[in-house]
């Protein structure tokens, strides 16, 4: 029986852990409630990773009723891939963040936080899985409602504003995606995304359908923060507790560029999105522009959480580069750093959360002398941040590697200079960290001042993630591979 | 089509009342509108349900009218604490 | 037959009022000078066209559950109406809206 | 002219959206821009149901002799969109508490300066 | 005549629209929305939409309008006039508006029979529902059986709403400032004494669309916002502390909890009988029974949890004090 339903488990087990989490009282109780929940999700879409892994197609029937009539599961390797990461960056983030979630939020809170945080990651996981264009923006709204609140519970009353400011531009975001699927609707009668795909290409030419894609790409793009639709993401992952940011830069965004990904190629088509419309220009200028502009931005920040958001902002210009080159070594490098820069950034808020645990701020004045007050955080942070720049033997390394090659394989010599170029620039905003925590002399009074076990445990699990993936990279490297193919629709 | 001259009476009627609710100009004066535009549109409803030979709609009226009184409410539980009663209301006009 | 064609009739005139009284009212609305004159409309509107038009329907339903429908908003428009136009009233009046110190109409 | 008659419902949703859109965006006032949020979003439903409707159809609740009926479907999504409106205005005003606690003022520009004078 | 009165509504809906957007005072801006929710749900009966017209006059005009005025009455009445350039604004509002003109010059015409909207998908509903689900109200059929999972993700959705808002506010300090809290009416003895005659009639009201969204309009999520509002109205004229001896909060958060669970668990339960998620024809041996019984079971879940979601929402709200 659990084998065959484990696609709908999938979203239902944390969606029926969710509430029962509001019953609960004692934090280590929540916390390894939702600790198990989120392995269980990760195990489960492992399973399913495997079962699709050689390129078959799981399609479920919720209610019994078949598509289109019905709503629909399908998933292949796409999903299960960017399941696995949602899961697993979600588990590793628990595991690791009781301590700073028990020092940044309120105990009475705890309950509800629990709840909000197992309701954004449900509603994260439905988006990812599903193959009904609707439900898409049912469990959009999901994730989305529970991370304004997760936001919000941020310490500086800034969080509040940052949430804010995230609730108007994600609810713009997700009305746009509502025009774009009604236009869609509207012109084939359908809403599951198999029955489009297939529905689709007799209403090419129709103006309508072009306007649906518009509001979806403006609408997904919000969501995704891609350059210049980013505004809300530097506050909103600055001012959130810092498990938060971790859980969100992790996860979050990563699940947009699937959609952008499972729209583009699989309902609307290759043909259709690059063919009838310029969307590999558009997006190969976005995607210049958000690696040079925000990485830029990144180095003049004080404020350290910012800055990696602001570099969050150029990373995902990286993937959405790959997109734009519309081949299988532009996709598996897309794909390859969705998974890396989600063990990258997760690691490094991880660390920061060390950081905030101990001194309560993660100003970049305050970091001095840090790299001997708490040896193992800073190491990780430089592990991180090298990882950023694309060091050789991190996963970093690995996906501009492919970006790089993609780049060559399309004849754009620009495009490799520019992403060098965003490495340096990366580069320069890792050394400020350096110096800061190394060369500069911190308060002598304060000796060694380490974060506690757990948190560097579950810093350090990512950290060395980000190393084991940076060399062993047959697994990631072919899934990835497989599955741009699949997206491709290139036959290996 | 004594039906239909009845629906654009109200029609008429509500349009009337929305003037009324945008020029104002005092906050009861709104509140006024709100609540006589409410029962317009509640037999409009009625109406509608008759000319569309689907008078099981009526439901949908019974709720409009519900609504209605509890906004009133709502809003005048707000004036009743006087927190919100501004300068210029309680000037006449 | 006679008596389908009067009721009939009846129920005409009662909505052709109704939706006539309607419009004067609405007009005394828009038009009248001070806020309690145009409580005044509005409130005679609601209760009487209220009742006219509907009683115009109930005739045209005949002895139906629709009827009994019909009776209900009917009679949550005369419980509610009133109430909230009271009210209304009073809370204007009682926050001195449109009269002088002594309470009178200014 | 026929087409602008029959395609009206989408004009005024188009136009409906743009003022909402740009309450949203232009306005200051925090509570102001949510109200937009409602307009901007009740125009996509709009949008929906106009879309299922039928030339001389009725409600899509089966009686004898009804059809034809209405499309069904965008009813039932927009079910679903509606009660997610309602989450995101709770959500919002629940913030805007907040934010006058925290700021003292619910104006978008006395909130940046106050950030700014940090 | 149909088409007419369309015209004249719509009309009356820019109308509003634009007024809200031109005046300063929020209060008349709310009572504007209050208004405007009233006339779209008009538009959307005259569309044959009645359910949607049902939900978007509970919600949009009452729980809505409720919510923003209580946020009002806790901050400031009147806006500040904007000095922000509008010209970046009205650019993008444009584009946006004339990318969807664009967009509408090749729409199937309005209430087109031909359109490919009501020729896939839709006619199954409308032909066979009577035979697969065996209910007249083919939205509730559609809402409850063939797309159940997405208003499963509804009852999530404004879960999830609930636990957020209580996130948000129960830090907030609940005092009492010398402009008092909000008022009780109790002192309009008229008032007093028509409430209680209807308030028992609005419970009575909510029971019958609860039950009767299958050959009517109505359903669980309906029926819940008037559950809600009924007490709502208690709440408004005996006083919110008064409502709260009855809804504790952890009584509320139970009944929420339960309603959502019950969705879900029935789902759990189809998956141990054999079917697929909320397949509900496994319920029982009889398939038409089944339906039966499974949307009986999930509309009273989606009841039970709006209910409890929006009065406790009302009430969260209605507890701030403001503060100076």
Redesign the interface.
């Known amino acids: 029986m659990i084998s065959s339903h484990l696609p709908v488990l999938q979203v239902v087990v944390p969606l029926l852990a969710a509430p029962l989490c509001v019953l609960l009282k004692r934090p280590a109780v929540l916390w390894a409630f939702s600790l198990i929940v989120s392995i269980l999700s990760a195990v489960m879409a492992y399973l399913l990773l495997q079962q699709t892994a050689d390129g078959n197609i799981i399609s479920y029937a919720m209610g019994g009723w078949a598509a289109p009539w019905g709503i629909e599961y399908r998933v292949d390797t796409l999903n299960a891939y960017v399941l696995l990461i949602v899961a697993s960056i979600s588990s590793l983030v628990l595991l690791g963040g009781r301590k700073s979630i028990e020092k940044e939020i309120e105990t009475a809170r705890l309950s509800h936080f629990y709840t909000a945080y197992l309701l954004c990651f449900a509603g994260l996981l439905g988006i990812t899985i599903t193959g009904d264009a609707f439900n898409v923006f049912v469990f959009l709204e999901i994730s989305s409602i529970a991370s304004y609140a997760l936001i919000s519970l941020g310490r500086d009353r800034r969080a509040l504003t940052a949430a804010y400011q995230y609730l108007i531009m994600g609810t713009i975001g997700a009305t746009f995606i509502l025009i774009g699927i009604g236009m869609m609707y509207m012109v084939t009668g359908t809403l599951n995304m198999h029955d489009l795909a297939q529905r689709l290409p007799e209403v090419s030419n129709s103006r309508t359908l072009m306007t649906s894609f518009a509001f979806l790409f403006v609408g997904v793009s919000l969501k995704l923060a891609l350059f210049p639709l980013h505004l809300w993401l530097p506050n909103a992952y600055t001012y959130a507790p810092s498990i938060v940011s971790a859980f969100l830069a992790g996860t979050a965004t990563k699940v947009a560029v699937y959609v952008l990904m499972r729209f583009i190629f699989t309902v609307y088509g290759i043909e259709y999105a690059f063919t009838a419309l310029p969307l590999s220009a558009i997006l190969m200028l976005l995607a210049i522009a958000a690696i040079m502009l925000a990485s830029m931005s990144a180095v003049y920040e004080d404020n350290i959480k910012r800055l990696f958001a602001y570099s969050s902002v150029a990373q995902l210009g990286y993937m959405v580069l790959g997109i734009s080159f519309l081949s299988v070594a532009g996709l598996t490098s897309s794909l390859l750093h969705l998974f890396n820069h989600a063990l990258m950034k997760a690691a490094l808020f991880m660390a920061l959360a060390c950081v905030m645990y101990q001194q309560g701020n993660v100003l970049m004045g305050n970091i001095k002398g840090l790299g001997k007050r708490m040896p193992w955080t800073f190491g990780a942070i430089v592990i991180g941040g090298l990882s950023l720049v694309g060091v050789p033997l991190t996963v970093g390394f690995i996906s501009k590697w492919y970006l790089i090659l993609a780049a060559i394989e399309a004849g754009h010599m620009l495009l490799v200079a520019i992403v060098l170029v965003g490495s340096l620039i990366a580069l320069v905003y890792v050394w400020k960290l350096v110096e800061q925590g190394y060369f500069q002399e911190g308060d002598e009074k304060i000796t060694k001042q380490e974060a506690p076990m757990s948190l560097l445990l579950g810093t350090w699990f990512l950290v060395l993630a980000n190393i084991y993936f940076g060399i062993d990279t047959s697994l990631t490297v072919g899934v990835a591979e497989s599955t741009a193919q699949q997206l491709l629709g290139v036959s290996p | 089509m004594?039906?239909?001259?009845?629906?654009?009476?109200?029609?008429?009627?509500?349009?009337?009342?929305?003037?009324?609710?945008?020029l104002?100009p005092?906050?009861?004066?709104?509140?006024?509108?709100?609540?006589?535009?409410?029962?317009?549109?509640?037999?409009?409803?009625?109406?509608?349900g008759?000319?569309?030979?689907?008078?099981?709609?009526?439901?949908?009226?019974?709720?409009?009218?519900?609504?209605?009184?509890?906004?009133?409410?709502?809003?005048?539980?707000?004036?009743?604490?006087?927190?919100?009663?501004?300068h210029e209301?309680?000037e006449?006009? | 037959m006679m008596l389908e064609l009067i009721v009939n009739y009846i129920s005409y005139a009662m909505l052709l009022l109704g939706s006539f009284l309607s419009l004067t009212f609405g007009l005394g609305l828009l038009r009248f000078p001070d806020f309690y004159s145009r409580m005044h409309a509005a409130g005679v509107a609601d209760t009487l066209c209220a009742g006219l038009i509907i009683f115009g329907l109930m005739l045209q339903a005949g002895l139906t559950l629709i009827s009994v429908k019909l009776f209900l908003i009917l009679l949550f428009i005369w419980f509610t109406s009133p109430t909230s136009s009271f009210t209304l009233a009073s809370t204007a009046y009682r926050c001195g809206y449109g009269t002088n110190d002594k309470g009178e109409q200014a | 002219m026929s087409t602008f008659l029959e395609l009206y419902n989408y004009w005024i949703f188009i136009f409906l959206m743009m003022t909402g859109f740009y309450i949203v965006i232009a306005q200051g006032n925090l509570i102001k821009k949510v109200i937009g949020l409602n307009i901007f979003q009740t125009s996509v439903f709009l949008l929906y149901i106009s879309m299922g409707k039928v030339a001389n159809g009725t409600a899509p609740i089966l009686i004898e002799g009804g059809a034809p009926y209405s499309n069904p479907l965008p009813h039932v999504l927009i079910l679903t969109a509606i009660v997610v409106g309602v989450s995101t205005t709770a959500v919002a005003m629940a913030l805007i508490v907040r934010i006058q606690e925290a700021y003292g003022t619910i104006e978008e520009q006395d909130i940046h300066e106050q950030d700014a004078s940090l | 005549m149909e088409q007419l009165i369309n015209v004249i509504l719509l009309a009356m809906l820019a109308i509003v629209a634009i007024a809200t957007a031109k005046l300063k005072d929020l209060f008349a801006t709310i009572i504007l929305f209050g208004i405007y929710s009233l006339l779209t749900a008009a538009i959307f009966v005259s569309l044959d939409a009645v359910d949607v017209a049902f939900t978007e006059a509970a919600v949009g005009a009452g729980i809505s309008t409720i919510l923003i005025l209580s946020t009002i009455a806790l901050t400031a009445r009147t806006e500040k006039p904007s000095t922000h350039s509008v010209f970046l604004p009205l650019l993008v509002v444009i584009v946006t508006g004339v990318t969807l003109v664009y967009g509408t010059l090749d729409m199937p015409g309005f209430a087109d029979p031909d359109a490919p909207v009501q020729q896939h998908v839709a006619p199954r509903y409308l032909n066979d529902s009577i035979n697969e689900v065996g209910m007249p109200n083919v939205v509730t059929s559609v809402l409850a059986s063939y797309r159940s999972y997405d208003t499963m993700g509804e009852v999530v959705v404004i879960f999830t709403a609930g636990i957020s808002v209580m996130l948000l506010l129960s830090s907030v300090k609940h005092r009492e400032d010398e402009l008092g809290n909000l008022k009780d009416l109790k002192h309009h003895p008229i008032l007093l004494y028509v409430s209680q005659i209807m308030i028992p009639l609005i419970l009575l009201f909510a029971l019958y669309v609860q039950f009767h969204g299958d050959f009517g309009p109505g359903g669980g999520f309906q029926a819940g916002v008037i559950f809600a509002a009924a007490f709502i109205l208690y709440g408004m004229i005996n006083g919110i502390d008064n409502t709260r001896k009855i809804f504790q909060n952890h009584i509320l958060r139970w009944l929420a909890v339960t309603g959502v669970i019950l969705y879900i668990g029935v789902g759990v339960v189809t998956l141990f009988l054999g079917g697929e998620f909320l397949n509900y024809n496994v319920l029982t041996e009889d398939n038409l029974a089944g339906q039966h019984y499974g949307i009986f079971l999930v509309e009273l879940g989606v009841g039970i949890a709006v209910a409890a979601t929006m009065l406790s929402l009302f009430l969260t709200f209605s507890e701030v004090r403001r503060s100076q």
Not at chain 2, 5 to 12: H, M, N, P, Q, V
Not at chain 2, 32 to 45: D, E, P, Q, R, W
Request: no cysteine; glycine share 4%; net charge negative.
């Open positions: 004594i039906l239909a001259t009845t629906a654009i009476a109200l029609l008429i009627a509500m349009m009337m009342t929305l003037i009324r609710a945008i104002g005092s906050i009861f004066d709104r509140v006024l509108a709100v609540n006589a535009f409410g029962t317009k549109i509640v037999l409009f409803l009625g109406v509608i008759f000319l569309t030979e689907r008078p099981d709609f009526l439901d949908i009226a019974l709720l409009y009218a519900l609504i209605n009184f509890i906004t009133t409410l709502a809003i005048l539980r707000f004036f009743e604490s006087g927190v919100l009663i501004s209301d309680k006449a006009e």
